[in-house]
């Protein structure tokens, strides 16, 4: 985690001051727990509140940290620290806990409170990428597959994709948090030796935690592993809406751009830049979040009842990957809804081929009159390649120049295009008729491309 | 995949003739949804299903990859060739639909009946691990923590654990596979431009599956990423488990054994060897499985409507991975099923340190008696080091060595022990007598450590 | 490894009869080396090498095999079976060996061999990119950074820098190589208790292998993790050209174009698409080739003399990943060598932002003639601004529509362009006059972007 | 990067006070090549030096910052905030460079310091690695592979190979050192296109780098993922010599540990704790390290001249990898430093398995004798198989109770031993008496072991 790269509130989770608040709060509550249970005196876990209930100041921090330095065990800096509040009750205190116990169910409730931040990052962005959806509902633009025109579909249809992809994730998340949300308050090695049952569930209820129904000394990894694979899709999902940004706004497509802000600068040496910076780091972003996942799973087969090759990975990677990728949701959300997004720069792209894209709808055309598939397919594409060879001369962009701004796919009808090629075609004047063919591709032919666009805008979209 | 590490039934699913019949399916329930639309002529569906329902023998499958030779494009092959079975109808086969439909469509299907099979490995695995868990539910053992003994559990609650990892594993497959078990159908970009959606439906439905509610040429790669992520998680719990019994075979621990069958040979040099090799190998093929998370995670961001750089991963990390752990959930199983448990050799090493496991016992009665933390915890942890350090002397196995197989813990009694020390101790007497020690520790020793598992097993074990 | 992304030569160093060829030669040549020293008769040596030394059948390898499946040995079985051909001499063989010692000294061999080949590959490769990059040495394209235009460049520049990225490589996997070149007859742990250091510098001599200075049972890991280390490096450069090729062939900038053969077929539903399906595929195969590294370097970290956890992932990933980078670099060497350039579309879209990318030069001028670097960055960036945002009006492609072919950049002197909106500029005009700012921009532009080429050509290309 | 895991030194090199003073360095050099080549004015290049080389205090830091929040862009408020201080000459800085050129080639300088401190760190750890093999260059200890008692070795034998390992580490790291001490300056698209060569050769050699050959706007990053590739090696060493303390000092072994200073507790709830936590605490670091490897593997392929996903990650990895690394070295040579060797525990461990190791010479001398392979492994097979079983019974450690502290394995006679079964197998004294295998096994069987010690110590140690 690097400040260039976090967000306050996901930071101050994963600060001292509240971990310590956790760690207080969970031997409080299970000193509750043991009055309840006559194990130790109600006065004493009265005290224990009254007396250290406090703010975990930087003072009470560097304190901590000193002791620890000398018994290198940090529960028990923790401990003694809170005794010095505390007084002579402290003794009763973490009463037949191990260190785990806190550290583990603490961990458990920053994951919990990180996922409802990154889930209600995901809602905002489910939000704009819904608005940003409807907005451009029907903007056509062209449909790439490899990189090479396909058909088109419309922009809205891509902002409703990645709407959807979210709501999976958000889904996901759901499923993570709700697993990884467990409190283990069982002992050395789980046994529940000198404890009882009753303080983990007693705990775990105050804290909003399930309680793990079977720990060693720690709660199982394989629970942290699946919350930061989770974490991992996500990040991937993130790099996948940036990378197409990033496609978009490229110097030869140009359909989109992120905001630029009138004092920024692209470049020290080129004053001409308008880079989509944003979207890239979301790509650089997204490694780092899915850095933590093979560490994750590394850290899931551990020896016996526990050993703790898996904290110091953690203690990097759950406040590093949540902060990070809270960053990144956020500034995903930013670029999304300052998208400058560029109609006529689309309709120009879709144009650029005269037609290509509706060799489909001959092919299938042809079919339909009983010519045979592969016969078919060899017509056309034939007469496709021609308009492609025709491009690769140069002149890629002449078809659609000096058609005004508002120009629509059916105004194709220069000689380049495929049309015209088509109707040159012997072999398939012999089959189809001319005015056949211009009336199968001239007629409202970008409609026929987003007829179900309503119909999947009902799926994607709850009422 | 190596054969090595492969089963007949998982292999199969991945085979070109599966492959092969689910493409077939899959156009032809499309043809017949056509069929209903009035889009191609009912006869046609039926001579598809009447000629082409044949099997894909080695013969057919060498005759779709002469085609693809030449044509370099598979789907097209697979469609030539049917074709050739079919005659002048197949011109209405895979009208509207893009090759995706089908690939993608088909691997949906076999990732599904994959994770059927896994789904199944996994009870298996479950069943065995709690009937090993009944069985060894009393059954005593050191617990470890560092690899350092700690406090005795039970030899049945490490089964349970593993039992509860394995059923949290058995959900997230059970959501995964339903995150994958989609259908698209939807054309070139994912609008449906040349087939109506009712027949995506159609097929959904026909191989049991939900329609994908947006596609693009493709379903989208955050449900795959997910999907192997999911397998990587499963993948660690099968390394978890398999760590967990390497320790306990190695010679010095010696608690459980991988069965050896009489004529099988642990080392070509030294004739005396008998390695838990199986559980070694688990662990290699944990890594393998593992490693397609990340390539998984990469395929998430793709250009546009899609590129294929996916599918060459996909080609290979979907039946590999499937495939291998596959077998090693079996091979896991087939080890926890013959696994040989040692349960003397357990109370052997459980004894070896003479006592010094019940600190806490008594760290816990001298805070009980008014005794600070802090000042309790000294006292027990320097007596603690006395017997350590008599134990450094190179004596380690002294305190239990003439006691009969079914001693206990009771039963140490010797001048190295905890007990001993402490009574030595003259600032413990001074806080509590002898025989108030001697009856804390030599009482039921072992019952004081697992008078929870009932309940633990509780909670574990669904009636 | 699958059929379809590998090349026979590779396959055959990781096949049985290849591998069990290799066994034989280690055993044999130790039996040599044992008769030297007297240990073992020589007759017996000579025995050895007449009866055993017979090709590997599948009739043999299916024999052994099925030994293996009684022992669960591989090694053990290899002798048997040998011991079957050799007859009672054989009892000699592997004396005083392990079966590692065998098992590591052919995999450094195979790897080594498999090594031989990629880098004739690599060689290959370089070839290509340099002859490549002599045609085009001086062919005008523009550079980009972040997707958007930067400066002019050459397409030699870009060859030439794949090429020495390349000869990189070259260096690295000749490291690698080396390291991995090692040969072990150490023996149960690697004390040479049973057998002669002697042997081991003999059979290394032989397989032109360095005798591995300190071994355990095994040749450590770690040279292997950095030989698969290695490979990930060299995948990744292999992603990185195959990328270069993919937005260079993408339908809005045509620059370049996978050689496509006539019966190729680009989708199955359009008939229209030229996809540059082979780099994609290469994409695909890096991450195939990087999944490999982290199992490796999982694998450096074995228990004491060695822990056999290893195994599994070097059985399949050992020649999968080897096999994949030698296919995948062919296919790259392929798709080079029949690369089709479009020096027109190069210029075409050089020119599309009408000098847009000059502003640096105007930038560095006004600083040279007194302006300070802030002022003069403020005045370049407000124009080119200008351009940026009338080519956002949708006429991106106006300023050359006209031109013929070989139009120049010194053509441009529409009113949209940079020179234009900056002589508009009424700051600028007090600093510098008209004439100043068109003999500064209108003067052999593309030679001012392209006067060192020749001097990187030096530094990069060998004499 | 957390500060519980980093060292002074190494954080220094990657703080904004060392990055800008990089920073100034590069263009200030770069100025007075200018300045020599007649392009800018000498007195100005002096002016820099003389006005802008001071310390860069948190002041001017917080300045820089607060100017990059306006302009987005880090190098330009760098030399924004510069230009405060030097005045009108401050124009003349930058010339013809594009941020890259700073940016890479300090991060380049960033990297060879903190190789430099790695290597530093390797070699120390060498130097205690090789002092703690001398003294326990002959100290018996059993060799195991597969967790399983093999035949014994020494000591420092195992102390050889991790340095032997280390120095295979050290050369990977200066060759990866010298492929990242690249210095480019070659400005917007590595074209030199307004900066003459010379300035680059001129910044590299007084920056004691090596003027990159081929640049885009970028170093290629091959450099970084190789660099970091090799850390992951490096960092896997580690891992692998940590595991073996831990497994080492686990309490059935217990033949090293952790040196445990007087203060430190090893559990909150079980005073008698002490773990290899600092070894565990590696194997964990270990994982972070690694998984700075991916990323940077993906951040090789880069769009056109370049794309900037890779800077995020190369933010966070370049100093928290390095950090981690320089860390974990220190700890593992602290480590070796006190680590308590337990030489009579590693004898007890040894002789536990009465003689079962011996297997080998028996199986070899059998078959000197004539013995065929088969039978004589047989039947030492089933004789170990019967001292195993014998031990499994529970009473393993029986064997060698009585011994005194020094003793030896030729003492071991009891009647559960390995001589004793062979002795009583009907089928071997056929074949050898009685007196010929006590001879065989009873005399030095150590020194069997360990006769090649001194001669791999001169393979491995350098005179």
């Given at each position: 985690?690097?400040?260039r ?36 005196p ?11 209930n ?22 028990i ?10 007084g002579?009750?402290?003794r ?10 806190v ?11 990180s ?14 990428l ?52 467990t ?24 804290l909003?935690?399930?309680?793990e129904?079977?720990?060693?000394q ?22 996948n ?29 080129m ?12 790509t650089?972003?997204?490694?780092l ?60 792209n ?11 709808r ?8 009983g ?22 001369a ?8 000096d ?50 666009v ?6 994607v979209?709850?009422?």
């Amino acid at each position: 985690m690097i400040e260039r790269y976090s967000r306050a509130e996901m930071v101050k989770i994963w600060e001292p001051a509240n971990k310590f608040k956790i760690w207080f709060e969970i031997e409080a509550h299970a000193c509750d727990a043991l009055a309840k249970q006559g194990v130790i005196p109600k006065k004493a876990a009265q005290a224990i509140w009254e007396k250290g209930n406090k703010e975990y100041t930087l003072e009470r921090i560097r304190r901590i940290e000193a002791i620890e330095e000398e018994t290198r065990h940090d529960v028990i800096a923790f401990l003694t620290e809170l005794a010095e509040h505390i007084g002579d009750e402290a003794r009763y205190v973490h009463k037949g806990m191990t260190s785990s116990d806190v550290l583990d169910t603490c961990m458990a409730l920053q994951m919990k409170q990180s996922s409802d931040l990154i889930l209600a990052n995901i809602n905002t962005l489910m939000c704009i990428l819904r608005k940003r959806a409807e907005e451009t509902k029907l903007t056509p633009i062209m449909g790439r597959s490899h990189g090479i025109h396909a058909e088109p579909l419309t922009m809205g249809l891509k902002f409703a994709r990645y709407y959807k992809e979210f709501s999976r994730n958000q889904k996901r998340l759901l499923i993570a948090k709700d697993e990884i949300s467990t409190c283990a308050i069982s002992g050395a090695v789980g046994t529940f030796s000198s404890i009882d049952p009753k303080v983990e569930g007693y705990v775990a209820s105050k804290l909003g935690l399930a309680p793990e129904p079977i720990s060693t000394q720690i709660i199982p990894r394989d629970r942290h592993a699946y919350f930061f694979a989770t974490l991992g899709v996500i990040a991937s999902s993130v790099e996948n809406l940036a990378t197409e940004i990033r496609h978009m706004q490229r110097t030869e497509v140009r359909e989109v751009q992120e905001y630029f802000s009138p004092n920024q600068k692209g470049s020290s040496a080129m004053p001409h830049k308008r880079n989509p910076i944003l979207s890239e780091n979301l790509t650089g972003l997204a490694r780092l979040v899915r850095a933590a996942v093979i560490p994750a799973l590394e850290n899931v087969a551990l020896w016996h009842e526990r050993d703790i090759s898996h904290s110091s990975v953690e203690r990097v990677i759950a406040p590093d990957t949540l902060i990070t990728l809270d960053f990144a949701l956020v500034r995903l959300s930013k670029i999304l809804e300052g998208l400058i997004i560029l109609p006529n720069n689309m309709l120009t792209n879709l144009n650029a081929f005269r037609g290509i894209h509706d060799t489909q709808r001959v092919l299938l055309y042809l079919v339909e009159k009983g010519v045979s598939r592969e016969k078919a397919y060899k017509i056309v594409q034939r007469n496709a390649m021609k308009v492609w060879e025709s491009i690769e001369a140069g002149d890629m962009y002449k078809g659609h120049i000096d058609a005004p701004l508002e120009r629509k796919v059916e105004s194709i009808t220069n000689k380049n295009c495929l049309t015209y090629f088509l109707t040159q075609d012997e072999e398939l004047r012999e089959l189809i008729t001319v005015s056949e063919l211009e009336s199968l591709l001239n007629k409202e032919s970008l409609s026929y491309y987003i007829k179900w666009v309503d119909f999947i805008f009902q799926r994607v979209f709850p009422k």
